[in-house]
């Protein structure tokens, strides 16, 4: 459970609004709230995962490879989810990813690392530019 230090109808007012952030629609945020983590599917899973951080409202919300494991339709409902959240809430991320095409969809700056060493930093389109063939083949599928 997260403590907000809030009455209980507060609470459920605050994680309906951070639901609805991360792209559940209003009339199934209830539900939402009412179920078992079990009874959720992977892409409603990792929503909810990142409503939970959400709501604490942290000054910077860090993501370790956060479509790493994901099917492409997750991928989607998840980028959307990040998206939508950044944008409504003004919040910044720092996003660990080797996924230069959620990094192009998502990011506004980037930062180009090579063997532990910071190598650049500048719009996404300037880091790809600097990959290696090599990376790119591995690192851009969409773009």
Not at 32 to 55: T, Y
Not at 58 to 66: C, F, S
Not at 112 to 127: A, F, H, Q, V, Y
């Amino acid at each position: 459970a997260i403590s907000l230090n809030l009455p209980a109808e507060c609470a459920k007012i605050k994680a309906a609004h951070i639901l609805e952030t991360v792209g559940f629609e209003k009339d199934k945020v209830m539900s939402i709230l009412n179920k078992w983590p079990d009874e959720l599917s992977g892409g409603e899973r990792h929503r909810v995962a990142l409503a939970q951080v959400l709501i604490k409202e942290p000054n910077i919300v860090v993501l370790d490879e956060p479509t790493g494991t994901m099917d492409p339709v997750t991928r989607i409902i998840v980028t959307n989810s990040i998206l939508k959240a950044r944008d409504e809430l003004d919040q910044t991320f720092v996003i660990i990813s080797h996924d230069m095409d959620f990094v192009l969809d998502v990011c506004d700056k980037a930062s180009l690392m090579r063997g532990g060493k910071l190598l650049s930093t500048g719009t996404p389109e300037e880091i790809v530019a600097e990959l290696t063939g090599e990376e790119k083949a591995d690192m851009i599928k969409d773009h």
